[in-house]
């Protein structure tokens, strides 16, 4: 007995054939396209070099020994390339001190660097090469009850690349270059009990510093 045309379904093999791969391919591709988690933790062991004072009243430049610090990296989400960014990291040095009544001739500090930017990061699957920026302060604090701590505006650059072992965890390397804005006329390590004496009068300039750190990363 032959159908109708009236009595034929309303798809046709065509129809259900597009309809059976669209059932099949749009789990994958929701998958692909939303990955199964929305932030990165990262804590760092690194190292950091370079930084200097320059006394302008007596011309004496003294460098920042060169040491190690740690930290933490908070990143989130934003787009396919893009997540925004806390950064923290804490790196514990000296400074000649020599000049300062009361002092010894090298007084231990530490400076906390506390920033929020971003990276942009490259195509790759377990591979992927990025780039980060940020800006916000550096707390620095001498480790001598009687002088004074001092905060100001600092901002990074840096690159590395992320390896990625399987969907939650990785290792991230990087080289960062963070700049912290002095301000002019600035005095540093002041003895609260000696009459004002400070250790540094720093005229306006950017006390340079790079670090590098490797880190475990943790997605969640």
């Known amino acids: ?117 971003g990276t942009y990061r490259g195509n790759g699957d377990r591979v992927r090469p990025y780039l980060s920026a940020g800006f916000g302060g550096t707390y620095i604090s001498p480790d001598v009850a009687t002088l004074g701590s001092e905060t100001y505006w600092s901002f990074s650059i840096g690159t590395g690349f992320q390896f990625f072992t399987d969907e939650r965890w990785g290792l991230r390397l990087e080289a960062r270059g963070i700049g912290t804005l002095v301000d002019t006329d600035s005095a540093l390590f002041c003895v609260s009990d000696s009459g004002g004496v400070c250790a540094f009068r720093i005229e306006g300039r950017v006390l340079w510093q790079l670090e590098t750190f490797a880190g475990v990363t943790y997605r969640f």
């Open 1 to 117: 007995m032959m159908l109708s045309q009236r009595q034929l379904p309303k798809y046709t093999a065509p129809g259900v054939i597009l309809a059976l791969l669209a059932a099949v391919t749009t789990p994958g591709l929701v998958r692909a396209e939303t990955p199964g988690y929305r932030f990165e933790l990262t804590p760092t062991l690194g190292y950091h070099f370079g930084g200097e004072f320059e006394n302008v009243d007596s011309d004496i430049t003294v460098d920042l020994d060169d040491s190690s610090s740690f930290g933490m990296i908070l990143n989130g989400r934003d787009k396919r390339n893009t997540q925004w960014e806390v950064y923290y990291a804490q790196q514990s040095t000296s400074a000649d001190t020599a000049m300062v009544p009361g002092l010894s001739a090298e007084t231990d500090l530490d400076l906390n660097y506390l920033q929020i930017g």
